[in-house]
């Protein structure tokens, strides 16, 4: 795992590239290459639970994630959150 802190509430996961970082008290925003995207989260004592979605797509453009980010998305945000020292939990939700 290859974590490094860019801000108090922001880090960069090395390996694929992106970031994720506090955008307010429920929502955490995922960025890569320009392109954000704005994931809920429920914050407890020393967990946080992720709303994913079924089929990520960036906010800004629609587009689906890349395959390479899209299919380890739970394992970036998890190597993330332990370095923050959460214990991460995820909700997948489906479109519509």
Same mark, same amino acid.
């Given at each position: 795992?290859?974590? +490094?802190? @860019?801000?108090?509430?922001?880090?960069? *996961? %090395?390996?694929?590239?992106?970031?994720?970082?506090?955008? =307010?008290?429920? &929502?955490?925003?995922?960025? @890569? !290459? !320009? *392109?954000? @995207?704005?994931?809920?989260?429920?914050? =407890? /004592? *020393?967990?946080? +639970?992720?709303?994913?979605?079924?089929?990520? +797509?960036? &906010?800004?453009?629609?587009?689906?994630?890349?395959?390479? %980010? $899209? =299919?380890?998305?739970?394992?970036?945000?998890?190597?993330? $959150?332990?370095?923050?020292? /959460?214990?991460?939990?995820?909700?997948? %939700?489906?479109?519509?």
């Amino acid at each position: 795992m290859t974590v +490094r802190s @860019l801000l108090s509430q922001k880090a960069l *996961h %090395v390996e694929s590239g992106v970031t994720l970082s506090s955008a =307010g008290r429920e &929502d955490m925003a995922l960025e @890569l !290459g !320009g *392109h954000v @995207l704005m994931i809920a989260v429920d914050r =407890g /004592q *020393h967990r946080m +639970r992720f709303t994913l979605p079924a089929a990520p +797509r960036w &906010d800004d453009t629609g587009e689906a994630l890349p395959p390479e %980010v $899209a =299919g380890e998305l739970r394992a970036i945000i998890t190597e993330i $959150a332990v370095f923050w020292e /959460q214990q991460p939990e995820f909700e997948v %939700v489906e479109p519509g």
